[in-house]
Nanobody, 123 residues
Framework: VQLQASGGGLVQAGGSLRLSCAAS????????MGWFRQAPGKEREFVAS????????YYADSVKGRFTISRDNAKNTVYLQMNSLKPEDTADYYC?????????????????WGQGTQVTVSS
């Protein structure tokens, strides 16, 4: 599975961004997808995940109510809509695919990773 993340950039606090992750190489609709992030000097952390059908979503407490994960299986793409961004959301954001289809919060359950897309939120 190849994953290509895009949509990062520089935004002011309170603004919005939408990240996209396009997948190829395996039946996308069987995969759970997750977004993780890594800030400078910190460990990579879970942000959000979605199961294979899109019927179940999971969020880190720090982004709940501000971020929304969704997927379009016809386009082999998963999205992360980020609203009310804060400076502490600044990080490299990574999408990942999990073959079980359930949408784990554990990064070690994910088998495939895309390159990061940088999000910078200025105060």
């Amino acid at each position: 599975v190849q994953l290509q993340a895009s949509g990062g950039g520089l935004v002011q606090a309170g603004g919005s961004l939408r990240l996209s992750c396009a997948a190829s190489g395996r039946t996308f609709s069987t995969l759970a997808m997750g977004w993780f992030r890594q800030a400078p000097g910190k460990e990579r952390e879970f942000v959000a995940s979605i199961n294979w059908s899109g019927g179940m979503t999971y969020y880190a407490d720090s982004v709940k109510g501000r971020f929304t994960i969704s997927r379009d299986n016809a386009k082999n793409t998963v999205y992360l809509q980020m609203n009310s961004l804060k400076p502490e959301d600044t990080a490299d954001y990574y999408c990942a695919a999990e073959v079980s289809g359930w949408g784990s919060r554990d990064q070690y359950e994910y088998h495939y990773w895309g390159q990061g897309t940088q999000v910078t939120v200025s105060s």
